[in-house]
């Protein structure tokens, strides 16, 4: 049986995505960036639950991308929940920035910590949601310890970083582990995340992925309404009733 330990909370912050689950939350990595607000209220004008903002400091994973001041500048774009993605050699040196920053939920990942549980207190601490972001080579069963810490799990269906990969069914066994223990402690949220598209939505709903982060399969569409309405539609097929 699962050991379940490590820094479990009894006041999770508050749920900043509204239901009905599974959502999809658009990648702005691929998205115009010399127009970045009107990319964001396009988004936020077509239906988009939340935005997700990868965070690459070029040394956890080999692309560099963007930081802290571009994500204060979503913040004033959008009323949307933020989720922000650090894929960051030392995520603990930079949690009060990003939450200052305007992130409704941290992402950090396993891999790059020394202690999960005090990272997810120092991200409770700024009353914000804190969850555990999975590589596709690490075992899901390393999470079990903090499963009771944590508010949610992105379960990474592409090597992080690498632009152009596919879906690894890999994770559709991980979602599926997780969500026979989302129950643990509080019900976590679990997201999923790469090579996202018509054809593997689905079956990511069905294994259990609520938040589904999705960058071409919406950024590169020709209406960014049509594309998150059709995914949705798609996973919530999939996942039968609705999520609470």
């Known amino acids: 049986?699962?050991?379940?330990?490590?820094?479990?909370?009894?006041?999770?912050?508050?749920?900043?995505?509204p239901g009905p689950l599974p959502v999809v939350l658009p990648a702005l990595l691929l998205c115009d960036f010399g127009h970045l607000a009107h990319e964001v209220q396009r988004l936020e004008a077509a239906g988009a639950a939340a935005l997700h903002l990868d965070i690459m400091d070029g040394r956890f994973v080999p692309q560099l991308t963007y930081g802290r001041?571009?994500?204060?500048?979503?913040?004033?774009?959008?009323?949307?929940?933020?989720?922000?993605?650090?894929?960051?050699?030392?995520?603990?040196?930079?949690v009060?920035?990003?939450?200052?920053?305007?992130?409704?939920?941290?992402?950090?990942?396993v891999e790059a910590l020394v202690n999960p549980a005090a990272t997810l207190g120092k991200i409770s601490d700024h009353k914000i949601r804190g969850?555990?972001?999975?590589?596709?080579?690490?075992?899901?069963?390393?999470?079990a310890p903090w499963l009771g810490a944590c508010d949610g799990v992105l379960v990474m269906s592409v090597e992080p970083?690498?632009?152009?990969?596919?879906?690894e069914p890999s994770a559709l066994d991980k979602l599926r582990w997780l969500a026979a223990r989302r129950g643990v402690g509080r019900r976590l949220?679990?997201?999923?995340d790469g090579g996202i598209n018509a054809a593997t939505i689905g079956p990511a709903a069905a294994a259990g992925a609520e938040l589904i982060v999705a960058?071409?399969?919406?950024?590169?569409?020709?209406?960014?309404?049509?594309?998150?309405?059709?995914?949705?539609?798609r996973a919530r097929a999939a996942a039968g009733p609705a999520v609470p």
Request: glycine share 12%; hydrophobic share 40%; no cysteine.
């Open 215 to 233: 960058g071409s399969a919406v950024i590169r569409a020709a209406d960014y309404g049509t594309a998150i309405g059709d995914l949705e539609r």
């Open 161 to 167: 970083g690498l632009g152009g990969q596919a879906f």
């Open 96 to 109: 009060g920035e990003y939450a200052g920053a305007g992130a409704d939920i941290l992402t950090v990942h």
């Open 1 to 17: 049986m699962d050991t379940i330990v490590t820094g479990k909370r009894d006041d999770p912050p508050a749920e900043p995505i």
């Open 69 to 94: 001041v571009v994500v204060e500048a979503v913040r004033r774009a959008t009323r949307l929940p933020l989720e922000v993605h650090l894929m960051v050699e030392d995520p603990d040196d930079v």
């Open 131 to 143: 969850h555990l972001a999975v590589s596709p080579g690490t075992p899901v069963e390393r999470l």
């Open 189 to 192: 949220r679990l997201g999923v």
